[in-house]
């Protein structure tokens, strides 16, 4: 059974959305703010440029964007989580760290504190309050399961002899992948640019070893709640195994 300990968080990315004019980049990206933000988090790189596009379309606008590249955070309490990337975008904050959600709690705290007393002539914060949180985290995980048993048993067969017409590779495994979407109110299945983020994609972690049964799973959710859908999958899909063995035994 997949447990806690099965579990491993490679990836935790969150976006703030903001309304127009409430996130501030001409004052995001000033010198002495970039400054403080390349310290405390200890980037290797500060640039105003055009962040990439992680949850949809960026807008426009100049500046394009702040891009905070390859810092840290001590945190939790005697470790360090690596930070991919901070993202300023016209309306969008969006913050990637390589670890669980709690560690972007963290940094966005910081953040809020850095920028808390840097405002506009006129009195206006560089960063309001967000109106929209969108999660994305990725992990990996043990399921002992059978590959044969995920897959209906007519439609493997049709699989094997389209991936293998001269039946040469009979002693190779099928290995299914799962993506699942939302489409549009309007019924439209459209996906927009950084899309991925708002699907859900579950599959054997490329770079592993068939037999080892690792499993990539990918979600928009935050860490925690991820884990116990993560949990559920996996009483789901050995549930199968122990039918068929139960049925042997009979």
Not at 25 to 47: D, M, S
Not at 103 to 130: F, H, M, N, Q, T
Not at 171 to 181: A, D, E, F, G
Request: charged share 25%; aromatic share 6%; glycine share 6%.
């Amino acid at each position: 059974m997949t447990t806690g300990e099965d579990i491993q968080m490679f990836t935790a990315r969150r976006a703030y959305e903001f309304r127009q004019d409430e996130l501030r980049l001409t004052l995001i990206t000033l010198e002495q703010v970039r400054g403080v933000l390349k310290r405390v988090f200890n980037f290797e790189v500060v640039a105003i440029g055009n962040p990439l596009p992680t949850f949809g379309v960026v807008a426009n606008s100049i500046p394009p964007g702040l891009a905070c590249d390859f810092g840290s955070i001590p945190f939790p309490e005697g470790r360090i989580t690596p930070i991919r990337f901070v993202h300023f975008e016209p309306q969008r904050l969006v913050i990637d760290v390589a670890g669980s959600s709690d560690s972007i709690d963290e940094v966005y705290k910081l953040i809020r504190e850095i920028l808390r007393e840097v405002r506009s002539p006129d009195g206006v914060p560089a960063l309001g309050e967000p109106i929209k949180i969108r999660d994305f985290t990725a992990l990996t995980m043990r399921i002992p399961i059978d590959l044969d048993t995920v897959l209906n048993p007519k439609l493997a067969d049709i699989a094997r002899r389209i991936l293998d017409p001269q039946e040469q590779a009979r002693s190779s495994t099928l290995i299914p992948q799962l993506r699942i979407s939302l489409s549009q109110p309007d019924g439209m299945f459209a996906p927009e640019v950084g899309s991925e983020n708002a699907s859900y994609q579950f599959e054997l972690r490329i770079g592993t070893n068939v037999e080892d049964r690792v499993f990539l799973s990918a979600a928009p959710l935050d860490s925690e709640t991820h884990k116990k859908y993560v949990r559920e999958i996996a009483v789901s899909l050995l549930s199968p195994r122990k039918d068929i063995k139960r049925r042997k035994a009979e």
